[in-house]
């Protein structure tokens, strides 16, 4: 929830006003008590945005549409609840990522999604001031029209308060790989302006990627009721959770990181920064491995590497975990990744996350850990990465 800026009440894009007051995202209640998220005429129905620390009662009673936007933790969008909980759970500070904008990407009004973008990071910064120092934010890009994307990184890098910008692990231009010099100007602004770039997936069915190309949107196997298309709702190009994020997620998210890595991206931009999130990390490192091994067997399809992939990761790359995995110590025991290339996220407040008690899985999963290790991952990376 934000409010609008004045100076956004009627913005400009490309030479033409547009009133936004009402177009940008906002949850209206409608005369019989639904909850809707309005954004530039859509309507969706507003749950199941933020159920941290519900039961499986409530997980479920959102699933069905039945949990009001207004019902979920005020942590969600107050600042005040927000820092009590990361008191309550032993977390110093936070990067914010946003929840409902992570689908802009594909909104198929490129000027106004331009807009969205920059009301969105002008709230953003705002709401991060009031954190006490304890909140930071990753501004969102409009990254269908590469070189607005690349103009608001240069934008909000004067923001107080943003400390990254996120894209999708998604191909915006016409399935193009991001090795394409069509996505240059984003890197570059990235490189020039020292924001890290999170590559944050989205299970939504609207872009290039896994849950197209693999057609996985849409099994109709889901045992709980779906959005079915009605007159003035936006109903999404999915109907499932499980397999869309399982499988789409780290899926994207390889694809990505093996076309910035082996593609020449960051022998191109030694200056830029990225950090791959929310696909889980125990993948990571046989898939380094595995293309370094190309590179060695196959190098004339990869002449402009200078150093392995797995070399450019260490240099320029880091890894999320989430707090339960596995897997965490190894990745960090390895020389292909290491401790100082891990940040960890609580995934707060999405269904999926552990509240309370996600630093106390984070403790459990890097106990074999060396103190210093373990200093690594629960904080120090996360401030080197992001400049904190």
Not at 42 to 49: D, F, H, K, L, V
Not at 67 to 87: H, I
Not at 338 to 354: M, N
Request: one cysteine or more; hydrophobic letters at 40%; proline letters at 6%.
């Amino acid at each position: 929830m934000f409010s609008i800026p004045i100076q956004w009440r009627t913005a400009t894009a490309n030479g033409s006003r547009m009133n936004v007051t009402r177009r940008v995202w906002h949850v209206e209640t409608d005369a019989v008590g639904n909850e809707w998220i309005v954004m530039n005429g859509r309507r969706q129905p507003a749950n199941g945005a933020a159920l941290a620390g519900m039961d499986h009662e409530d997980l479920e009673r959102a699933q069905r549409g039945e949990l009001k936007y207004t019902e979920v933790r005020p942590a969600a969008y107050n600042v005040k609840p927000r820092l009590d909980d990361m008191t309550a759970d032993g977390i110093d500070r936070s990067v914010l990522y946003p929840t409902m904008l992570l689908g802009i990407q594909s909104h198929p009004d490129v000027d106004f999604a331009k807009i969205q973008c920059r009301v969105y990071n002008d709230w953003l910064s705002d709401h991060v001031s009031d954190g006490e120092g304890r909140l930071f934010g990753a501004a969102v890009l409009p990254q269908q029209d590469i070189e607005r994307a690349a103009a608001e990184i240069r934008r909000v890098a004067t923001k107080p308060g943003i400390v990254a910008v996120f894209i999708r692990p998604n191909p915006t231009a016409d399935w193009k790989p991001f090795n394409d010099g069509v996505y240059d100007p984003i890197w570059g602004a990235a490189s020039d302006t020292g924001l890290p770039v999170g590559l944050h997936p989205f299970l939504a069915a609207d872009l290039p990627g896994a849950c197209i190309g693999l057609r996985i949107n849409r099994l109709g196997t889901s045992a709980m009721p779906v959005d079915t298309a009605r007159e003035g709702v936006t109903v999404a190009n999915f109907d499932n959770i499980y397999f869309t994020q399982a499988i789409a997620n780290p899926f994207d998210m390889m694809s990505s990181m093996a076309f910035l890595l082996a593609g020449g991206v960051c022998e191109r931009f030694s200056a830029l920064r990225l950090v791959f999130l929310e696909a889980n990390g125990g993948w990571l490192v046989p898939w380094l491995e595995r293309l370094d091994h190309h590179y060695e067997v196959f190098s004339w399809d990869v002449p402009w590497l200078k150093i392995r992939p797995s070399e450019y990761f260490r240099r320029q790359c880091w890894i999320s975990f989430d707090a339960d995995e596995s897997t965490l110590a190894f990745t960090a025991n390895s020389a292909l990744c290491g401790a100082d290339r891990i940040v960890w996220a609580s995934d707060y407040p999405h269904p999926d996350a552990k509240y309370p008690g996600v630093t106390a899985e984070l403790r459990e999963a890097i106990a074999s850990l060396s103190e210093e290790q373990q200093h690594q991952i629960a904080g120090d990376n996360a401030t080197a990465l992001y400049g904190l």
